[in-house]
């Protein structure tokens, strides 16, 4: 029931929303301050601002420090405990749990002190049934009453919670990443494509030969790099920044710092940020030291190519010596072992085939592959290597979809070589008798090998790894095909050699289409 005492100050209360009712209908005539109609015209007229305003406001009023608050501060109280009992009690008995905190700000300000300022502090209070740690940002300043003295202290505050913990959750985030960056040995740099000013960690300053705190400028960077590599590098970080790029970098190249005579082999990744313009905007990423794995590959390599020539010669031997069998067996008297060689010789082709297949990636890595090229018609290639296959045409019939004579110049052994391999693995990964289609069509300045299979299809997440070094697909029950994983490693390797291109369309249980393209050449006669 609102008291008959308020109706002289009534215009004093008539807005504030929930909190504006509460006092209007509180017995105030109860309290120290008694009714509103002997409150002082201070009292009243800072009451009318807290309740007027949208931003948070809270009063202690008296010696008592009697307490007001508005409709903005309501929700820092929480959803039970303090609330409505707040209103009108004193603060001592209502902020127990802080008082020691908050008792010597009020004193100063009550005092006649400067008013006080406190940012993000953390001063935990009781709501919800528990203490919690809230943070504010927060304002005591003295209320003047009518005879000039400090009469209360108001409170213009706001509840910071939520930011600082998010902030604390960033920083967090942060540490946590640095900390990774740093187990895993990294170096981070972020370019801005505006200024060129080049950013790195400690770790990459020192590989690049810098000091700790010297500015990096793009044009500094890149002549660290080796040579041969600063070039390719350039291009890559420019193709980076155009729009229909994506954004992707990925590259590995070596730095040898004027410092550092040793130089390091590292990989590069990143991707470039755009605007609405398609202008990039920021370029950022990592930097891995990948020396040691580079000098185990190039070990490796060289015992592959070691082990391969040392298999090489007696396996040739062993072949002339089966292809002499072969001629002096009589088939008709004795099939078996006619049978038996024919096993044998494709069992030698094979193991050739997979010697001069690691032979070809020791040459790749080593830069020694040697391309002979020549003007030719690619059907007629196409031709040669489908009729080396006149045994497994039982099986799975081949079919060749010629298309225009078209002339690419290339390496006639090397390109059969990956049209070999394609039909091969059709053919081994496809059911039944289901045909192998082989394809050739022009696409504007290129000629386009395709070779479809009605097979085993592939998993979407093996696709982006098809052309990798010793990459090998597994089946539905995670083991892994058989081969080396190889083939269609050399297959990319040296289509790439030919400035052509590789790629692949699977779907699962339905087969494959692997298609290669060539540069055309219609300036030069077949040779």
Known sequence: MIKSSLSANARYFKEGGEMGDLIRNFDWSKSVLGSPEKWSQSLLTTVNIILRSKFPMFLWWGKELIQFYNDAYRPSLGNNGKHPAALGQQAVMCWQEIWPTIQPLIDQVMAGGDSTWSEDQLIPIYRNGRMEDVYWTF??????????????????????????????????TKEELEFAIEAAELGTWDLNPQTNRFIGNQRLKSWFGLSVGEEIDLSNATAVIAEPDRQRVTNAIIEAMKYKSGGHYDIDYVI???????????????????????????????????????????????????????????????????????????????????????????????????INGFLDVSRLDSGKIHLDKKVFLINDL??????????????????????????????????????????????????????????????????????????????????????????????????????????????????????????????????????????????????
Not at 284 to 309: C, P, W, Y
Request: proline fraction near 4%; charged fraction near 25%.
């Open 256 to 354: 040898q710092p004027l410092n550092n005579p040793t130089p390091r082999h590292v990989r590069a990744k990143g991707k470039a940020l755009f605007n609405t313009n398609q202008q990039a905007t920021r370029f950022s990423g990592i930097l891995q030291d990948i020396t040691e794995q580079k000098k185990d590959e190039v070990r490796k390599n060289d015992f592959i190519a070691m082990v391969s020539h040392e298999l090489k010669t007696p396996l040739t031997s062993l072949k002339a010596y089966v292809q002499v069998l072969m001629r002096k067996t009589n088939i008709k008297s004795d099939e078996f072992s006619a049978a038996t060689l024919i096993k044998l010789d494709t069992q030698v082709n094979k193991m050739a085939g997979l």
């Open 382 to 527: 196409i031709l040669e290597v489908i009729e080396n296959f006149s045994i497994p045409l039982v099986i799975n019939p081949l079919q060749f979809d010629p298309g225009p004579d078209l002339k690419v110049m290339a390496d006639w052994e090397k390109i059969g070589q990956v049209i070999d391999n394609l039909i091969s693995n059709a053919i081994k990964y496809t059911v039944g008798a289901m045909p192998v289609v082989v394809s050739c069509h022009r696409e504007d300045d290129k000629a386009v090998i395709r070779v479809a299979d009605q097979g085993l299809g592939i998993k979407k997440s093996d696709l982006p790894h098809l052309f990798e070094r010793f990459y090998r697909v597994q089946d539905e029950h995670g083991r892994s095909i058989s081969g080396f994983g190889i083939g269609l490693y050399l297959c990319a390797e040296l289509i790439h050699f030919h400035n052509g291109e590789i790629y692949v369309e699977s779907e699962l249980g339905k087969g494959s289409v692997f298609s290669f393209s060539l540069p055309l050449n219609t300036d030069r006669p077949i040779s």
């Open 139 to 172: 304002s005591y300043s003295g209320v003047d009453d009518e005879s000039g003295e400090i009469g209360g202290v108001l409170v213009i505050c706001t509840e910071t919670t939520k930011k600082v913990n998010a902030y604390h959750d960033v920083e967090h």
